[in-house]
């Protein structure tokens, strides 16, 4: 049975920073490409960053670039975000997934490529 957990969600004020983890069992990540994805109160799931298989490729939309950081370990079989300089616009439920997807920034940014999700973790950033 294969188990995408997220972990390290929380309440932060704005300009804070947290660092989300995704642990996976029963999935050997190293051949998948992982993202991360959000998705707000009332609005539409969306991408957030993505990493190949290695871990050399990494992709991610203009309002998160140059503030978050995906990163991943296949030897513990986990994969982080890290996210800086929080703004009260990335409060959102987020999602950790596990896709067969060969690397290609058009196609890590969608969803239904995607095999494997977590369950979420809520983030909240007050003003």
């Known amino acids: 049975q294969v188990q995408l957990v997220e972990s390290g969600g929380g309440l932060v004020q704005a300009g804070d920073s947290l660092r989300l983890s995704c642990a996976a069992s029963?999935?050997?990540?190293?051949?998948?490409?992982m993202a991360w994805f959000r998705q707000a109160p009332g609005k539409e799931r969306e991408f957030v960053a993505a990493?190949?298989?290695?871990?050399?490729?990494?992709y991610y939309p203009d309002p998160v670039k140059d503030r978050f950081t995906i990163s991943r370990d296949n030897a513990k079989n986990m994969v982080a975000l890290q996210m800086n300089s929080l703004k009260p616009e990335d409060t959102a439920v987020y999602y950790c997934?596990?896709?067969?997807?060969?690397?290609?920034?058009?196609?890590?940014?969608?969803?239904?490529?995607?095999?494997?999700w977590g369950q979420g973790t809520q983030v909240t950033v007050s003003s």
């Open positions: 997934a596990a896709g067969s997807i060969v690397w290609n920034v058009a196609r890590v940014r969608i969803q239904r490529l995607y095999n494997y």
């Open positions: 029963g999935l050997p990540l190293s051949g998948y490409t």
């Open positions: 990493i190949g298989g290695t871990g050399v490729f990494t």
